[in-house]
């Protein structure tokens, strides 16, 4: 399943971790109702539950925003995002 998403809603074992605007997640998985994975930027909880209702595909002019984009985790190189 492997893709980039933007949501809103998202839960964690330990709670609510929404977003108040659409932000960008990246989906490993789903079940019925959810797809699951993590944001991008944050603090890097995994298996966060995004329900399906409120997740949506990119739209075109946020792949180009975030193809342009670099993301570091701690002292790690930096590396391109490649959402398409």
């Known amino acids: 399943?492997?893709?980039y998403m933007?949501?809103?809603k998202a839960?964690?074992?330990?709670?609510?971790i929404s977003s108040d605007v659409p932000d960008l997640c990246y989906i490993h998985s789903?079940?019925?109702d959810n797809y699951?994975?993590?944001w991008v930027m944050g603090f890097g909880f995994l298996n966060v539950?995004?329900?399906k209702d409120t997740t949506r595909p990119l739209t075109p002019?946020?792949?180009e925003k975030y193809n342009k984009l670099y993301v570091r985790i701690n002292s790690q190189p930096a590396r391109k995002?490649?959402?398409d």
Request: glycine share 8%; charged share 35%.
């Open 1 to 3: 399943m492997n893709k």
């Open 6 to 8: 933007m949501a809103t």
């Open 11 to 16: 839960f964690h074992k330990l709670g609510d």
């Open 30 to 32: 789903e079940d019925k």
């Open 36 to 38: 699951i994975g993590n």
């Open 49 to 51: 539950k995004f329900p």
């Open 61 to 63: 002019e946020e792949i």
């Open 81 to 83: 995002l490649k959402v």
